[in-house]
């Protein structure tokens, strides 16, 4: 099964589904390109992606018919983004574990985005927040609530807002994604720090980046399906569920 290497034939097949497929569209970017590997078995809808990126291996997967080959091109373990047809393939060959159900959802809200917005004030963050963020996410690695995958390069490729209260990251959200040339961003790295809570402030800030990227046609967010009030917040600022899927962790070959 030959590997994909022209954009324009994978941008043809990802953008089938925009909304499932809007990490995957982001790695079309040139900074990210490199560092993929495509699979088709030909059978439309189907796709397989292995990124390596961020000292990790990341599977997506849209359709099963290229998922076995594209096992052979990672190094465990590896990160997966598949839905229910594709893990159940990934269990044919290899061993999963730490799979978390979510839901991916999609931005259909109105351009006037900023009509959601909550008292307050929300700052644009840059490099010189790096370390207030990684601060801010610590707060929640005890709890296992941290964002998952952070890298302080995202705040300078993406866009990430926050609000400071005597001094001190409260709260922020940002882009995992942000790929304005494939038309495609992801939404993402949202945290209030916990004695904080219940205050709006996630949404103020969830908001502002949503306010930055509404020009953006595909605008994408990850949510863990045992999180009802976070599917609440963002249903309530103009986001619909589009697809369930798992994350998890491939470790080797069965």
């Known amino acids: 099964m030959p590997q994909l290497t022209n954009p324009r034939d994978i941008r043809r097949l990802l953008r089938r ?3 499932w497929s809007v990490y995957a569209l982001g790695d079309l970017a040139p900074r990210m390109f490199p560092k993929t590997k495509w699979f088709a078995s030909g059978l439309a809808p189907d796709v397989t992606l292995v990124l390596h990126d961020f000292d990790t291996n990341i599977l997506f997967a849209a359709g ?11 190094t465990w ?11 159940e393939e990934i269990e044919r060959h290899a061993v999963v574990e730490n799979r978390r159900p979510m839901w991916r959802m999609g931005w259909q809200g109105p351009a006037e985005a900023g009509r959601y917005l909550a008292p307050g004030h929300a700052v644009r963050l840059g490099a010189a927040d790096v370390p207030a963020l990684l601060k801010l996410y610590g707060d929640g690695e005890a709890t ?11 705040v ?34 949202i945290y209030t720090m916990r004695e904080r809570r219940g205050r709006g402030l996630g ?4 908001t502002a980046v949503i306010e930055a990227v509404k020009n953006i046609g595909t605008v994408g967010l990850n949510v863990r399906a045992d999180n009802p009030a ?19 962790q491939a470790t080797g070959r069965r």
């Not at 373990?77 to 893990?87: G, I, K, R, S, T």
């Open 17 to 19: 589904d925009p909304i």
């Open 64 to 74: 099963t018919g290229s998922i076995r080959e594209a096992l052979q091109h990672v």
């Open 77 to 87: 373990p590896v990160y997966l983004q598949v839905q229910e047809d594709a893990l």
């Open 144 to 154: 296992g609530e941290a964002p998952d995958f952070f890298h302080p390069s995202m």
């Open 156 to 189: 300078t490729d993406g866009v990430f807002f926050g609000v400071y209260e005597q001094g001190v990251l409260a709260v922020a959200a940002g882009t995992h994604l942000f790929a304005p040339e494939e038309d495609a961003v992801a939404i993402g790295n």
């Open 203 to 206: 949404r103020l800030v969830t």
């Open 230 to 248: 976070a599917l609440h917040l963002y249903e309530s600022l103009g986001f619909v569920r589009h697809c369930s899927f798992y994350e998890g």
